[in-house]
């Protein structure tokens, strides 16, 4: 099983992408997880270039067809999705009747260095994939203050907030097997 993981951050020490790879070490045995890293090459969305989206847009489709299932890890910017986090979804989600997201299980979770945990953004987040054809679980994990939230091997200090991860985590690998079997 592969789950693909997808910062909503560009930055390379995002706190987004601390989280994403936290999940990513609480998989079990036997699940991989790869972690999506080319956002900042995607171009920005235009009808005009479906027909020919370039290589970029193509290697994005590919890693999300080719994951059983997705996590996404987001930031909250002006109280909503990072501008490429959207861009890719928009391509992703073209055309929408042969859509790589249709049926995906996804997780969304999200950190902020704010008080609320990004938690705006991933309710945006889950609703864009919902309507771009996604199965999205209906939890989130919002990791406020996130720049204390880490301890130095960049794994949750908060015992609850882990253990909802791992919930997260759970119901999002029940989906996909669950999806194998029907």
Known sequence: MIVLGVAGSLRQASYSRKLLRAAGRML??????????????IPPFDEDDEPEPGDAVEKWR???????????ATPEYNASIPGALKNAIDWASRPFDDTVLRNKPVAVIGASTGMFGAV???????????????????????????????????????????????????????NVRRRVAA
């Open 28 to 41: 079990p045995p036997g699940v991989d997880f790869v972690e999506y890293d080319a956002l900042k090459q």
């Open 62 to 72: 590919d890693a999300l067809a080719g994951a059983d299932a997705i996590v996404f």
């Open 120 to 174: 705006w953004s991933q309710a945006e987040l889950r609703k864009v994939l919902g309507a771009a054809g996604a199965r999205v679980i209906d939890r989130e994990l919002p990791v406020a203050a996130a720049h204390e939230a880490f301890d130095e091997a960049d794994e949750l200090e908060d015992h609850d907030l882990r253990l909802e991860l791992d919930g997260i985590l759970v119901e999002l690998l029940d």
